[in-house]
């Protein structure tokens, strides 16, 4: 199911990354088995109640000398307001209600945003302080103390009474998002493949900015190409050009089963793009790298070469993404997309068939023992079943669980990867109790 993107605003120094953390908290999913990836600080998928959404710490994205401009905050408030779900905007009781406060109220009045304000370090349950931020005019406030973590969990329960309805997407067509930094030429690909072609467009109501998907037409069949409105669109924020790039990321992998994450080839694969493939990963989306820019390349053979061996070693686990060079402007290797695409699709949605998993399963026991616990317990492993698509969800039914140690599910689950081939997809275990 699609997550929410959920945005905390407000001030500086109002508390929003102790927040942030306090969240996430204990409850930072480990969604896929790609461990050592730089992870994201500003933006991470989690769920409350069974219930998955993406938090975003906008605080993150600013920088220093920003954040201290009452002008760029405002301007990052509102772009976050129209990007996100819904929002939490944080205020601090110490100071109490602030011009700053008020700018970013009527924002949200104005654009009537999903929002709940929450008061941050209320350290004595009661603060009588609170209920000036009544003021504001968005209702009931929660008060919370974000350090010690009081209050949070009420926080969270109103949070989710708040989200929109999760969505299912009832489009039939493989969805696609196109994701990248800014300037990598996430524009001129989408143009480039839809040509001057009048596409048809369908709104999506429900964020503030609705989301224009359009149907892009290939010699493989049909293709939702997600939000392509909002790449174009991105232009209209070009001072919080990377904030907004990650903001629609977010936002369209939800929606996506493929996501294109198209790389500078002449800047080649950083940490910006690792923490793009991990939010893709994370959301579900078969990922396609596209080295754009290809035209500029020289002596192409060994700068491939380069490329792929520097993304080896600096993202060990990202190695194996299937990558493919091209050129939007320059229309190199374009025509074999939709087939690349294709391929990122069948894998998205590919079944094993049981007898199949529990013969790779019979052979990984015989290759190596399941090891007792201290106590000198071995569980037993029964059987493995797929238990889901899109992205591909397996359950290995065993009669103790919590006797399975982590050492040996790492080696299954390397081991199945390596055996079955998947490799832009991120792939979901679960361990269940059989008797
Ligand atoms: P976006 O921010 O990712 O949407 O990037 P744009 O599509 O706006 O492209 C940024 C700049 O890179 C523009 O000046 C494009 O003309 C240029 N550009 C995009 N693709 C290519 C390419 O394949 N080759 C070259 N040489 N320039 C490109």
Redesign the pocket.
């Known amino acids: 199911m699609s997550a929410p993107v959920v945005a905390i605003i407000g001030r500086p120094n109002v508390g929003k990354s102790t927040l942030f953390n306090r969240i996430l908290g204990e409850r930072r999913a480990v969604t896929h088995d790609r461990p050592g990836i730089t992870r994201d600080r500003n933006a991470v998928r989690t769920e409350w109640a069974g219930r998955p959404f993406v938090l975003v710490d906008t605080g993150g994205f600013l920088p220093a000398a920003a954040a201290g401009r009452d002008a760029d905050v405002r301007r990052q408030a509102e772009a976050a307001i129209g990007l996100a779900d819904a929002v939490l905007f944080l205020v601090d009781a110490h100071t109490g209600v602030t011009d700053l406060d008020q700018a970013i109220a009527t924002q949200l009045r104005k654009t009537g945003a999903r929002t709940l304000l929450v008061v941050n370090k209320v350290d004595v349950p009661g603060d009588p302080g609170v209920h000036e931020f009544h003021r504001l005019g968005l209702g009931g406030p929660v008060a919370v103390a974000a350090e010690g973590g009081l209050g949070v969990g009420d926080l969270l329960d109103r949070l989710l009474a708040l989200l929109p309805a999760g969505r299912e997407e009832e489009e039939s067509a493989p969805r696609v998002a196109i994701v ?13 493949l839809l040509g001057e072609e009048r596409v048809l467009v369908e709104p999506r109501p429900g964020t503030t900015m609705d989301a224009i998907d359009a149907r892009w037409r290939t010699g493989e069949g049909e293709f939702v190409l997600v939000d392509t409105a909002g ?2 669109r ?2 209209q924020f070009a001072d919080q ?1 990377e904030f907004f ?1 990650t903001m629609r990321a977010l936002q369209s992998l939800e929606r996506a089963d493929v996501a294109c994450l ?1 790389v ?1 080839a002449t800047r080649g694969f950083e940490k910006q793009e690792a923490r793009l493939a991990h939010h893709a990963l994370e959301a579900g989306c078969s990922v396609l790298l596209l080295y ?5 390349v020289e002596e192409r053979e060994a700068a491939w070469k380069a490329l792929q061996a520097d993304r080896a070693r600096r993202f060990p686990t990202l190695a194996d993404l299937p990558a493919h060079p ?5 229309g ?1 290797h374009l025509q074999r997309l939709p087939e690349q695409v294709a391929e990122r699709v069948a894998e998205h949605a590919r079944e094993i068939p049981t007898r199949e998993l529990n013969a790779w399963l019979a052979e990984s026991q015989a290759r190596r023992q399941v090891p007792s616990d201290a106590m000198g317990r071995a569980p037993k492993v029964y059987y493995m079943t797929q238990t889901g698509t899109r992205p591909p969800a397996f359950t290995l039914f065993v009669n103790a669980p919590a006797r399975l140690g982590e050492n040996y599910r790492r080696f299954l689950w390397a081991r199945f990867a390596e055996h079955f081939g998947f490799c832009g997809t991120p792939l979901r275990f679960k361990v269940r109790k059989s008797d």
């Open positions: 990248g930094r800014p300037n990598v030429g996430k524009s001129s690909l989408v143009n480039a790449i174009r991105q232009a050009a790039a198209v500078d754009n820019k290809w035209d500029l091209v050129s939007a402007t320059g190199i």
